[in-house]
């Protein structure tokens, strides 16, 4: 069964970090594409960030120079590292896995940013 969870989340004052974890089970893990995606109350999910099956990165506009995606490919665990945390980034965090028509979820990790 391939499938991907979450780890990592709290209780942060703003201006903190954290750093969300996300394990990777299976094959072929090489060949996705994997990102980290969060939504907030009364909001859509959006997509925070993406590591590409070369290393290319992308974020969001709103986490840009704040946030790192990165993968560790012999562990099979992909991370998401959270610096200077602000209140509006309170959401559930979600990691995701793309190959083909292939798609991972895991259930999530809440992060809490205090004002």
């Known amino acids: 069964q391939v499938q991907v969870a979450e780890s990592g989340g709290g209780l942060v004052q703003h201006g903190g970090s954290l750093r969300l974890s996300c394990a990777y089970s299976?094959?072929?893990?090489?060949?996705?594409?994997m990102a980290w995606y969060r939504q907030a109350p009364g909001k859509q999910r959006e997509l925070v960030a993406v590591i590409t099956t070369i290393g290319t990165t992308n974020y969001a506009e709103s986490v840009k120079g704040r946030f790192t995606i990165s993968r560790d490919v012999a562990r099979e665990m992909v991370y998401l590292q959270m610096n200077n945390l602000k209140p509006e980034d309170t959401a559930l965090y979600y990691c995701n896995g793309q190959w083909g028509n292939t798609e991972l979820w895991g259930l999530g990790t809440q992060v809490t940013v205090s004002s």
């Open positions: 299976g094959s072929a893990f090489v060949h996705y594409t």
